[in-house]
T-cell receptor, first 109, second 114 residues
Framework: EDQVTQSPEALRLQEGESSSLNCSYT??????LFWYRQDPGKGPEFLFT???AGEEKEKERLKATLTKKESFLHITAPKPEDSATYLC??????????FGPGTRLSVLP | DSGVTQTPKHLITATGQRVTLRCSPR?????VYWYQQSLDQGLQFLIQ???????AKGNILERFSAQQFPDLHSELNLSSLELGDSALYFC?????????????FGEGSWLTVV
């Protein structure tokens, strides 16, 4: 069965304190790994899609990387507005997305 | 703005009642997905439609049903509502059926059953 886990469950950072979020997956035939940001009571907002091991993508203070077993979302010099829940999802074979439980990030000023 | 439109944004109803949630996908997208997110719970996949046909089914209760119309908008029908059905219901869309397509989410319909 396809599984996605994320760690840590929650993370508190000071503004400017860089860190990484982890997404570990167990799937057969990965077709894509997706990162979303979700603010409370809002819909998930698409950030990145990664398709193969070694791939990296960047957007502002965020950088996503992918290996054969996990993905990292690196946050460089975060700001309070980066506070949100970050969701990872995988899509494998002909199956639908499997979402991880998310990491709740709080960035304190 | 993802381009996916959901109505209503908020809905309060009593147990035993029936509600319909509506979703308009992004322009050009043929696939529509429905997800449920309860308080402190992850996103649970309910059902997917592609170009009017049911494509995949997840953890959707028998009391729930959905359809996608010729104009590609979709409706999720929830009947015999229970307190535990209170949740955020998200619609998402993508261009194709699956296979690596990114899916884009609407802002959700917040259902409260009292």
């Amino acid at each position: 069965e396809d599984q996605v886990t994320q760690s840590p469950e929650a993370l508190r950072l000071q503004e400017g304190e860089s860190s990484s979020l982890n997404c570990s997956y167990t799937v057969s035939g990965l077709r894509g790994l997706f990162w979303y940001r979700q603010d409370p009571g809002k819909g998930p907002e698409f950030l990145f899609t990664l398709y193969s091991a070694g791939e990296e993508k960047e957007k502002e203070r965020l950088k996503a990387t992918l290996t054969k077993k996990e993905s990292f979302l690196h946050i460089t010099a975060p700001k309070p507005e980066d506070s949100a829940t970050y969701l990872c999802a995988v899509q494998a074979g002909g199956q639908n997305f499997v979402f991880g439980p998310g990491t709740r990030l709080s960035v304190l000023p | 703005d993802s381009g996916v439109t959901q109505t209503p944004k908020h809905l309060i109803t009593a147990t035993g009642q029936r509600v319909t949630l509506r979703c308009s996908p992004r322009s050009g997208d043929l696939s529509v997905y429905w997800y449920q997110q309860s308080l402190d719970q992850g996103l649970q996949f309910l059902i997917q439609y592609y170009n009017g046909e049911e494509r995949a089914k997840g953890n959707i209760l028998e009391r729930f049903s959905a359809q996608q119309f010729p104009d590609l908008h979709s409706e999720l029908n929830l009947s015999s509502l229970e307190l535990g059905d209170s949740a955020l219901y998200f619609c998402a869309s993508s261009p194709g059926p699956v296979s690596g397509n990114t899916i884009y989410f609407g802002e959700g319909s917040w259902l409260t059953v009292v």
